[in-house]
Every structure is written in C-alpha cells, then in structure tokens.
C-alpha cells in the first residue's frame, strides 16, 4: 500500500531517469561523431537529434552547439538539465519514500548541473561531463538497488525506467533503420557502431554477433535479445514482472489489466520471428510496439493512480 | 505580571556568556571543546565548517529563496561549534518546560469546556474569547488526554543573570527539530573525540517518542492507528523537516489532494484504494485544514476533516485553537495559569511584559518607548514589531499613537540581553547571541527531548536568530548527570 501521488512520483522519477541516462548518450555518441569529419558524421548526428524528437535537424552541421543545448538548455523541456531537474523535483515530493544514499545521488547530479560551473565544465570536457552524468545515474540506480526495499514503490520506479527506456529504443531504432524516410538506410560501419553505441550495445552485440556490423542483427539485438537489459524485449519482461507484483499486491485484475497489456506484448516480442517481421517491416511493427507501451502507461495509471472515487468508497 | 509597573531602567547589564565566566575563565563544561579548539587552526575550522555545509546541502537541508528571475536554494547557516548544557541546568529547564505545558494544556481544556479561570476571573473572558486564535468551533469537543498542544517548542532566552526565562510558547505548529536533528549529525562527525568524551544525551528517539505521543491520541479506539503527516506540500519552507519526521517515523506524507473524507472518516488514496487514516500530524495551519469549516480558499488541507474530527473518528494534532495559548497578551497570564491549575510557583520565569490594556501599563510603556520592545498581539515572525533603543523618533511617535488609539493590541517587553555563545565567524571563534528552543511532546504523558535548536544572531551584535532575518543555529548538547556541572 502506498499512496497513489507518491506512486506517480517514483514512476516519474524513472521514466526521467532513463530519459536523461539516454539523453546523455545521444549527446555523447555525437560530439564523438564530431572528431570524424565524415559525411557519416553528420548522418549520425542527424540521427541523435531524430531520436531526441527534434524537428530542426540543421543542427546536425554544429553537433557542439546542439550538444551543449541538449544537456544545460533550462528553456526546452526536452534537455537533460530539465530531466534531472523534474527527477529531483519528484523526488523531493517522495523524500520520505526513498532512502538518504539514492536522495543523495539524485541531488549530487542536480546540484552540479544546476550550479554555476556547470557550463565552464561542459565548455572544459563535454565528453567527460556527460560521461559523469552517466556514471552518476548508473550510481543513483545501484544505490536504489542496493538501499531501498523492493517493494511496491521500487516496482513503480522500475516501470517507469522500462516503459521509458522500451519507448527510447522504440524510437531510437525507428529512426536509424525504420522503413519510409526520405533517408537511404545506414550501411556505413561506423554509423552502424554510432546506433549501438547510442543504445549502450556497442559491446554486449560484439560478444553475441563479433566485429560484423549488420543492420539486420543490430535491429535483432535491440529488439529481441532475451539478456540484454536495454533490448526492447527484455524491458517488456521487466514490465511484466514488476506489474503483475503491483497487480497481485493491489488484488485488482481484469481482463483489461496493464498486466494483461504487458504480457501480450511480452510474448509479441518473445515469440517474434525475425523473418516474419522483416517481412512486415521493422517500421510497422515498432509502431505497434511503442502504441502497445502507451497503452500501458494508461492503464497503469486508471488501475493505481487516478481511479474514480467512486468504485473505491466503502460500502 | 504585575500590576505597578516598575520604573527601574535598564541597566546596561553584560550578557551572559555560554563558555566565559565575567572574569574570562572557561566553565568547566566547556573545558573539553575549549582544549579541541586551541589545537586547530583557522584554516582547519574553516574546512570543517565548509564540510558542514556541504553535508546539509547534499542531504537537501534548504529553504528555497524565490526571485524576481529564478529562484535558489540556501542552507540555514548551521555553525560547527556546539552550545553545551550542564545536566543540573537541564534538569530545571525540563521541569519547567514540563510544568508550562501542562498547565497551558490544562488552560486549553478549560476555556474549550467550563471556562472556570475566565469565570474566576484570573484570565480576562474578551482577552481570550476575542483573540483570533480563539476557536469556538472547538468548544466542547473531546480531546484525549486533554492534550491539545502535542507538539510544543517554546523559546528560551538565558537572562544576564545566567536564569532561562520563556520569551514564546509555540504550541500552533512549531518547526525546527529537523534542524536540531540535522545539526547533531552534523556535529557528531565534526567533533567525534569530543563529543564522545563529553557525554551528551542522546536525541536520537524524537522520532520515535513522536509517533508514539501521536499514536497515544488514538489508542482507546483504534489498537494499531494509522498516522500521517500533512504537509502543505512541497513549496513550503519547512517541508524537508515534514518530509524528514514522516521518513523516520514510517509514516505516510499527505498533502490535502490525497484526502478524501467520507461519512465523516477520513481516508488517503493509495494504490490499493482508500486507506483510513486515525491521526493526523498536521504541518497547516489552523485556517487551512478544512475549507469548510475554517478558510473557504484553501485547498491545503479536506473538506469535511473537522467534521470527523469533531465525530471522533480522527484525531488532529496539535488540536486547532491551540493558539490562544500562546497569544502575546495571554503570555503575561502565564504565570498565573501555572499558579492557577497546579497550586505551584512557576520553575521557569516569564520575560516582564506590559500590557497596553492595562491604563497604567500603558502610561509607562508610553513613558518608556525608547527603552521598550512593542509587539502586535495577533503578528508573528517580526511584524508589527517596534524595537525601541533602535527605532527613530518618528517611528516612536508613529508607534505611540498607534498604542493609545488600539492598546488592547500591544504589549511591552524589555530589551532582551541574549546570551551569547561561541561561533566561527571567518575562521575565528567569536561570540553571537543565541536563544534555545526545545522541544516537548505531550500525548498520554510529557516528554521532553534532552536537547534543542540553539538559534544564532549570525551579524555581530545582532539580537534576531530569525532564518529569514540572517539567523543560523547550531547543535546543542546536554550533558549526562555529573558532566559538566559545577564544583
């Protein structure tokens, strides 16, 4: 039991979490891509700034600039600065739900980027900046791990990582290989490791498929691998899992249950044969992959969190 | 109180100081920090005071100042030397911080009942019956234990003469103890051989000592009570201290959008439906708990809460009118209430204080307008406030006016001398006045923690420890029976 507010705070702090961890990224992988001055270059600057949702893809010819405003733009909503900041700030709401050592990390991370330095250390080492942030939002998620109970509120924080996290790669994968786009497809070796690296898959894809860069297995991997935890498929496992521990705690299940939502497209994914949806196209198929995750969200929220009064008065 | 005032003027009397004896001579309590300090360096103090801070930030320990362009957190200046208390000096403040409350508990039962002191006559009936604090939606309602103020900090100033005397009773919602708490953390990692070897009382167990004072509101009808929190939500200023008493109680944090009431029971919306909830420690005021019953434009609390309440299906803690017990004017009473309800001489003095009512009180207070504090009997946190030695002559006569034409609203006090304790200013050890506020819990009996919230005046010479006015505090240890003590 825990209060419905308070559930919809670790959820947000999760889903910004992730979004921020993804973010950072993007960011870093393009500012890398930079010290190439390659026509891959900015095909996968392009990409990063597709994936991040923005319009203006002009950018792509000043990755620095598009960078820098990424991570510290207060303005755009969009920025990791605004994703930490909202973390925090939900955080903050729920500081008595989450232990001192995972406030603590949260607070390290919005206290260096909101300072005054904070600009002169992106302007000093970019890479390395985002590269901290990264390793901090990594420590924030073990220290959670490590100190809080696993219980409902954890199950709540993790959903929302998942969801997020399942709706990035969605998007990430949609954008670098979906079908349709006026774009020719990615071929180039290096802007195939520039989406790995992006989804953080550089070096778990190595051990599984070596050195050979294929769009086919890379789009294989990030979808449908079992083990690997940013994988679309692995997250819908997660989902599954930590939903039906909320479900069987609240004791409300229907046939319309985001339980029930998560299993269907847990076994969607489990069951998917890579032929079969080459087949379909990848682009129709992370369609429905990313409505299915909105579908969720939504029911996530009528079962636990803004449900009639109502239904729920004592008799 | 009195009746004559005296003429006596003040004397420009020394005020006392924590560590010096008036021929400079360290008190033996504060032997052992004293022989620390001597062995560190200003660049040392200075370090251990820049870690202080950054433990309070890192923790979130910030108020946050809006302005006109953005808007920043600030930590309360928390200074790293500690204000110590001897055990015997302890043991007065605490049978007399214990005698107050229940005498004013006792007075708040009674004018919520029989009214027998206004009847007696030793409290005017209109002084109590016209204050703004006064709650008649109040009259007649049970409240366990006759407890209505379960939470009380009081502030305590230590006179020249080394005597603590009560300048307020907090008993509405006081704050701080997240403070008190935080400081002793603090000081604890900054000072461990000291404060090993000093043998401070613990003050570990307000948590706990909170929730059961609270559980102990409800226990004659619910065997295990839900209790919660309610805080007016994030943006308010001591909402890390409602987050931080809910965390380390186990207890739920609400804001007023998690109630709903319903046939008069009170309930939160959890994941699981509705929850009933017993005991509410709530962190808002009286005027925004229920639209209802008190301010019609207030979304911070439930509407229907006072109805359940005065159903007796929730308890509310501290009860709504608890303040005219701790009204400016009733403040002078106080003395008489103790004598009133136990039969017993009063262990903890009152400041001297004038009450403009009074005709001849008047007349002297007039007399005496640059040598006086003037205070608004309803206003709180500085306002309406005329600090005579440092006011001009206009606001004097401004002042003056404003007295004879609205007397019942003032009363008078002397210039207070705080005491001053040592602080580090810049790398050097100085004195900064300071006051003590502890902190008291009444349920089924009076608790009172063995330590407080020393607040500082920060800018030399200053005499306001207010947060918003340049305050700061510090930790504050009392010391175990024989440390400490003189002879």
Not at chain 1, 145 to 150: E, K, L, R
Not at chain 2, 407 to 432: F, H, K, M
Request: with cysteine; proline share 5%; aromatic share 8%.
């Amino acid at each position: 039991m825990m209060l419905a507010r308070v559930a919809d705070s670790l959820y947000w702090i999760g889903r910004y979490v992730e979004r921020a961890e993804h973010m950072c990224r993007l960011s870093d992988v393009m500012l890398n891509a930079t010290l190439d001055r390659s026509e891959a270059a900015t095909q996968v600057a392009r990409i990063a700034l597709a994936a991040v949702g923005d319009p203006d893809l002009a950018k792509a010819h000043n990755p620095y600039d598009a960078a820098q405003a990424l991570a510290l733009d207060r303005e755009d909503d969009g920025s990791i600065y605004s994703s930490i900041a909202r973390a925090r700030e939900n955080a903050r709401q729920v500081r008595d739900q989450i232990t001192t050592e995972t406030w603590e990390r949260l607070n390290l991370i919005y206290l260096r980027m909101s300072g005054p330095e904070a600009a002169k250390a992106f302007a000093d080492g970019s890479q390395l900046f985002l590269h901290d942030t990264i390793a901090d939002l990594h420590l924030f998620k073990g220290a959670g791990d490590a100190t809080m109970s696993h219980g409902e509120g954890w199950s709540f924080l993790l959903l929302g990582v998942y969801l997020e996290r399942a709706q990035l790669i969605g998007s990430l994968l949609e954008v670098a290989f979906g079908e349709g786009r006026k774009r020719r497809p990615i071929s180039d070796h290096f802007a195939l490791t520039s989406v790995l690296r992006m989804g953080c898959a550089l070096e778990p894809y190595l051990r599984v498929y070596t050195a050979e860069m294929q769009r086919r297995y890379i789009l294989k991997f990030l979808m449908l691998d079992e083990d690997f935890p940013r994988s679309i498929r692995f997250c819908t496992q997660e989902i599954e899992t930590h939903l039906t521990a909320i479900t069987r705690h609240a004791g409300i299940s229907g046939p319309a249950g985001p339980d029930r939502i998560a299993g269907r497209l847990r076994a969607r994914l489990q069951y998917a044969d890579m032929a079969e949806l080459e087949a379909q196209g990848a682009t129709a198929f992370l369609k429905t992959v990313l409505e299915e995750c909105s579908t969720i969200h939504r029911a996530l929220y009528d079962a636990f969190v803004a449900y009639p009064l109502e239904d729920r008065l004592p008799a | 109180m009195r009746d004559e005032p005296t003429a006596e003027a003040e004397s420009p009397l020394r005020p006392y100081d924590e560590m010096l004896t008036p021929d400079s001579q360290v008190r033996p309590h504060y032997a052992a920090l004293d022989a620390r300090l001597a062995t560190l360096s200003p660049a040392e103090l200075a370090e251990r005071q820049r870690t202080q801070e950054r433990f309070f930030l890192l923790q979130g320990i910030t108020f946050t100042v809006y302005g006109a362009e953005s808007s920043t957190e600030r930590i309360i200046p928390s200074d790293i030397l500690p204000r110590i208390i001897p055990s015997a000096e302890w043991a007065r403040i605490e049978a007399g911080l214990k005698q107050r409350l229940q005498a004013l508990n006792t007075f708040l039962a009674d004018i919520y009942s029989e009214q027998q002191i206004l009847m007696d006559g030793v409290v005017p009936r209109e002084l109590v019956l016209q204050a703004p604090s006064y709650r008649r939606e109040m009259q007649n309602l049970y409240v366990p234990h006759k407890a209505y103020a379960n939470v009380c900090g009081s502030d305590l100033i230590r006179q020249p003469s080394g005597e603590f005397a009560v300048l307020e009773d907090n008993l509405r919602v006081p704050s701080g103890v997240s403070y008190m708490l935080a400081n002793r953390e603090a000081s604890r990692r900054v000072f461990p051989g000291t404060f090993r070897g000093a043998g401070v009382r613990s003050i570990d167990r307000y948590p706990d000592l909170l929730l059961s004072t609270l559980k102990s509101m409800a226990a004659d009808w619910r065997p295990n009570p839900q209790v919660v929190v309610l805080t007016p939500g994030v943006y308010n200023s001591a909402y890390y201290e409602h987050a931080y008493l809910a965390r380390l109680m186990g207890a739920p944090l609400v804001e007023g959008r998690d109630l709903v009431v319903h046939d008069n029971m009170v309930y939160m919306r959890t994941t699981t439906g509705l929850r009933r909830i017993d005991v509410i420690y709530r962190r808002v005021d009286d005027d925004f708990i229920d639209p209802l019953t008190f301010r019609r434009d207030s979304s911070l609390g439930a509407a229907g809460l006072f109805n359940a309440y005065r159903a007796g299906n929730v308890v509310i803690c501290n009860a709504p009118g608890t303040g005219v017990a701790d009204d400016k004017a009733v403040y002078a009473y106080v003395p008489e209430i103790i004598r009133y309800y136990l039969g017993e001489e009063p262990i903890l003095p009152n400041i001297e204080t004038f009450l403009c009512r009074e005709p001849a009180q008047l007349s002297h207070v007039l007399a005496n307008l640059d040598k006086l504090v003037v205070k608004a009997v309803g206003a709180s946190g500085g306002y309406g406030m005329l600090v005579g030695p440092h006011a001009t002559r206009a606001q004097r006569a401004e002042f003056a006016d404003a007295l004879t034409a609205n007397p019942e609203n003032y009363i008078a006090q002397p210039t207070i001398q705080l005491s001053t304790a040592p602080c580090l200013i810049d790398g050097e050890v100085e004195p900064r006045h300071v006051d003590l506020r502890p902190f008291i819990l009444c349920g089924e009996k009076i608790v009172v923690t063995p330590g407080a919230l020393t607040r500082v005046a920060l800018k030399k010479g200053s005499l306001v420890v207010n947060s918003s006015q340049g305050g700061g505090s510090k930790d504050t240890w009392v010391l175990s029976d024989g440390k400490g003590d003189r002879g």
